[in-house]
């Protein structure tokens, strides 16, 4: 038990520097725990353990160069990162062919980490951040000094070669962490089960049992475990460094070497809080993965939960500890699907079996043995019996929790189990009713309901406003993108996170791709109720919005921007004015027919390109703000003169690109 309270008090040291009040707090508990359950000196050991952590985070290494020797720690399609004297980097090279542990030479400069993103997107910058990568490192010549023998990418796209496509694409999640954008992932992620089959690594532990099972009939028992254990360190080479396939072998090694060797001088909580230590001191930044956090958290959080459950039946043991650790696992629920999916529980005890079947036979493929019709049988089995299931996902939707929220969510949810296991009703009783008023808070729509709220949408290069008055909706552009489906990836989970079920109406500016391109896969995986694009349905009045279009002359002109309509509305205490892509000759038409046009928040034409908002326009509206939203491109967007004529005007720039999602809100009290 010591070992894991050391453990812990390293780990929240590491995560120290992320959150300083948050973490400090929690640095406090253990500690303070520690103190009066194993007395000063482990305290003071503890404190010091703690503190070498928060040390330990802060230090960064960087080489100011111009030629770098390293190794290939990880290896992908289009990048591949380096461990150059303990600085990690990033590289960029299309189709490379760099495989983990060569070592190589690159000349090159170094910059910071500079990504793009869209909402609700995947945050690349982030990802890379957290695992210890600062910088990219822009080569202009690489010299590989050593190539490792062992080229796993060879092999593995061999072994993939054997199945259909749909087949490929379960097998590349389940066994290698790779997510595509095939039919049967899209099934599989929208049931809530992507994270449950790869990054819990059942089949692996699916896997060990199989083959030790088998051995058993020849050997001893010691060494049937030990032999599949050897056979996955072969599997492990052709996934690193991927901390599912790590974690399961370590842990399984060691709680072999524990039974059989040690035999069984440390307690299961000592082998988890050893182990851990030497995962953070060898590699730190695992502090800040949730593989790692799931990895450590759940064996940690389940054996308590046994102790629970050790009393009643298998059905109701069985039901309990997964009831309970699906309130464990919330939290990051949001915050990878931004809903609870509420029979996620009964779907994943249906397909569990047909899964834990797909690994092992994926398992036994890939060391050789010939049963891919077999596995293509059982993929296309588990696409055809997750279709159905899709009208079981009835989800109630809300944002990531907040790092305060989840802190105050897993205390009062482990005190409650903590004073359930020992039987203190007088504290587990309203512990219980606190973690559920916890969970009810979180997925109320409080704030649709008290705020008036418009939203322009960071979609990339691409146009998206929401406007919500209470739970009314409506979006103005959805956006589009040939890069990726901006509906699914962006709209849809921005909705989901601000707790809205369906859209009243979609009105589309124009046609061009990056205004209406996500129309299509917004009507087909999100409910809308109604689309407007005419000319003649505005003035177009909803609850308390009425939105009026100032072209005029969309119909005049056989130019796609010319045809966009001008849209302004007064809503949330502002006057707001969207431009679309309306050019230059469209404000000229606009200043000629309208003596004035109210605006305070202007959303520039174009994506700021030098076609639109001229000087004597801006002068005409006199906002207060201007909104570029804009997306990396090849475009120049925004322009130079533009942002010149919004300074010279004193206008307040606000661009997606570099804020992300601009919101303005008001509250109905206010």
């Known amino acids: 038990m010591v070992l894991l309270l050391f453990f812990l008090a390293f780990w929240l040291g590491l995560s120290f520097r992320y959150d300083l009040l948050i973490f400090a707090f929690l640095i406090a508990g253990i500690l303070t725990f520690i103190y009066f359950r194993h007395g000063r000196k482990v305290f003071l050991i503890g404190t010091i353990i703690a503190l070498l952590g928060i040390g330990y985070s802060y230090i960064d290494i960087s080489h100011e160069t111009e030629q770098f020797t390293g190794i290939v720690y990880e290896s992908k399609a289009n990048y591949f990162l380096i461990n150059s004297r303990g600085e990690r980097l990033y590289c960029y090279e299309k189709n490379n062919p760099y495989e983990i542990g060569d070592f190589l030479s690159i000349k090159g400069n170094k910059k910071e980490l500079d990504f793009s993103s869209i909402e609700s997107g995947f945050d690349f910058t982030s990802y890379l951040y957290h695992r210890g990568v600062r910088?990219?490192?822009?080569?202009?010549?690489?010299?590989?000094?050593?190539?490792?023998?062992?080229?796993?990418?060879?092999?593995?796209?061999?072994?993939?070669?054997?199945?259909?496509?749909?087949?490929k694409g379960i097998i590349n999640s389940v066994l290698f962490s790779i997510q595509d954008d095939s039919f049967a992932i899209r099934e599989i992620s929208d049931l809530h089960l992507y994270n449950y089959i790869s990054a819990s690594g059942l089949y692996l532990q699916a896997f060990l049992s199989f083959i030790s099972f088998l051995l058993c009939f020849k050997m001893r028992e010691k060494w049937a475990k030990f032999i599949p254990l050897c056979l996955l360190v072969f599997y492990s080479i052709f996934t690193f460094p991927r901390f599912t396939v790590i974690r399961v072998l370590a842990f399984g090694f060691a709680r072999w070497v524990n039974q059989y060797a040690a035999k069984k001088r440390l307690s299961n909580h000592s082998v988890i809080g050893l182990l851990g230590l030497v995962f953070l001191v060898l590699n730190p930044y695992l502090a800040y993965q949730d593989s790692f956090i799931l990895g450590f958290t759940i064996p940690i959080f389940y054996s308590f939960v046994n102790k629970i459950t050790n009393q009643y039946r298998k059905c109701t043991r069985k039901a309990m500890e997964i009831g309970a650790l699906a309130i464990f696992f919330l939290p990051f629920e949001l915050k990878y699907y931004h809903g609870l999916s509420i029979l996620s529980p009964l779907i994943q005890i249906i397909l569990s079996p047909l899964f834990l079947v797909f690994g092992i036979s994926s398992m036994l493929s890939f060391y050789g043995i010939p049963i891919f019709p077999i596995i293509n049988f059982l993929a296309r089995l588990i696409v055809y019996v997750s279709y159905p299931l899709r009208y079981l996902k009835w989800e109630l939707f809300a944002d990531q929790m907040a790092t305060w929220f989840i802190v105050t969510f897993y205390s009062v949810y482990c005190l409650f189990l903590y004073y359930l296991s020992i039987g203190f009703r007088t504290f587990y009783k309203p512990l219980s009713f606190i973690t559920l008023g916890l969970l009810i808070i979180n997925f109320l729509p409080l704030q649709g309901s008290i705020r008036d709220q418009v939203s322009f949408i960071n979609v990339g290069q691409g146009d998206a406003c929401l406007i919500r008055e209470q739970n009314r909706t409506i979006l103005i552009d959805t956006g589009g993108s040939i890069y990726q489906d901006v509906a699914r990836e962006c709209l849809i989970p921005y909705f989901k996170k601000q707790k809205i079920y369906d859209i009243d109406y979609v009105i589309t500016t124009h046609e061009d791709y990056d205004h209406s391109g996500a129309l299509v896969s917004l009507q087909n995986?999100?409910?809308?109720?109604?689309?407007?694009?005419?000319?003649?349905?505005?003035?177009?009045?909803?609850?308390?919005?009425?939105?009026?279009?100032?072209?005029?002359?969309?119909?005049?002109?056989?130019?796609?921007?010319?045809?966009?309509?001008?849209?302004?509305?007064?809503?949330?205490?502002?006057?707001f004015l969207i431009m679309g892509d309306a050019p230059k000759s469209i404000e000229k038409n606009i200043m000629a027919e309208f003596s004035n046009i109210p605006c305070d928040i202007l959303k520039i034409g174009h994506h700021g390109s030098d076609t639109s908002t001229s000087y004597s326009f801006?002068?005409?509206?006199?906002?207060?703000?201007?909104?570029?939203?804009?997306?990396?491109?090849?475009?120049?967007?925004p322009s130079d003169k533009v942002l010149t004529i919004l300074n010279k005007a004193g206008v307040k720039i606000r661009r997606t690109d570099k804020e992300g999602t601009i919101n303005y809100f008001n509250y109905i009290f206010m």
């Open 525 to 575: 995986n999100f409910k809308v109720r109604e689309h407007i694009y005419r000319q003649e349905d505005f003035p177009f009045t909803y609850g308390g919005i009425t939105i009026q279009n100032y072209n005029h002359h969309t119909e005049e002109s056989s130019e796609e921007n010319e045809q966009s309509l001008v849209l302004g509305f007064h809503f949330a205490k502002r006057d």
């Open 135 to 167: 910088s990219q490192l822009f080569s202009s010549h690489i010299t590989v000094r050593f190539s490792n023998p062992i080229r796993v990418n060879a092999y593995r796209n061999w072994f993939l070669s054997h199945f259909d496509d749909s087949t």
């Open 618 to 637: 801006i002068e005409y509206l006199r906002p207060e703000t201007a909104i570029i939203s804009v997306g990396r491109n090849s475009y120049g967007h």
